[in-house]
């Protein structure tokens, strides 16, 4: 069993920032990636960003590249997502998320999922 503890998100006007945090505390694993997917109300939930843990490789959906951060620190098991440039179109409640293997933007190969935090983007 893998916790996620994910923290961050908030009510923020469109230009500004926020960052979120996701921690898997005291364990240590091998091959693993970590994403955050988001979910408006009525709609699917769609991936936003996610690395591969050991090589650091990340990838991003279209609509957020340039603006959001996908980043970890590998002493607190935490991965982070600095969004920039936020626009209502972004508010939803995101998600971090834990498979083994690498990553992937279909939310459904992803075993362990954060509670979710809302992320409000007032234009």
């Known amino acids: 069993q893998v916790q996620l503890v994910e923290s961050g998100g908030g009510l923020v006007q469109a230009g500004g920032s926020l960052r979120l945090s996701c921690a898997a505390p005291?364990?240590?694993?091998?091959?693993?990636?970590m994403g955050w997917f988001r979910q408006a109300p009525g709609k699917e939930r769609e991936f936003v960003a996610a690395?591969?843990?050991?090589?650091?490789?990340?990838f991003y959906a279209d609509s957020v590249k340039g603006r959001f951060t996908i980043s970890r620190d590998n002493a607190k098991n935490t991965v982070y997502l600095q969004m920039n440039s936020l626009k209502p179109e972004d508010t939803a409640v995101y998600y971090c998320?834990?498979?083994?293997?690498?990553?992937?933007?279909?939310?459904?190969?992803?075993?362990?999922w954060g509670q979710g935090t809302q992320v409000t983007v007032s234009s």
């Open positions: 998320a834990f498979r083994w293997g690498y990553s992937d933007p279909d939310h459904r190969q992803y075993n362990y």
């Open positions: 690395i591969n843990w050991s090589s650091g490789n990340t």
């Open positions: 005291g364990r240590t694993f091998s091959s693993f990636a």
